[in-house]
């Protein structure tokens, strides 16, 4: 069975502000090392997501993707392969 969820860049948003509080502002293409978003806080991200979405996601893999942008495709691919 295939996932069909197409996240986007503002949902990954609403959690780093929920969670993290970023600024509102933030656009989504806005690195996370900008954000001042460390290991630990994207390993944390990666921990909700895949509570929210049912699809596995690595803080690494949040790290390499960079922002909330490609981290919102991320998490689309992994649903699609799922």
Not at 8 to 36: M, S, Y
Not at 41 to 56: A, K
Not at 61 to 78: D, H, T
Request: charge should be negative.
């Amino acid at each position: 069975m295939t996932s069909r969820i197409s996240l986007e860049p503002e949902a990954v948003l609403d959690v780093l502000r929920t969670h993290f509080d970023i600024p509102a502002d933030t656009a989504p293409d806005t690195d996370f090392q900008n954000l001042g978003l460390d290991s630990l806080v994207l390993i944390e991200l990666g921990v909700i997501l895949t509570q929210q979405y049912g699809v596995d996601v690595a803080g690494g893999e949040l790290a390499a993707a960079g922002n909330a942008a490609k981290a919102a495709e991320l998490v689309s691919a992994k649903a699609a392969r799922s």
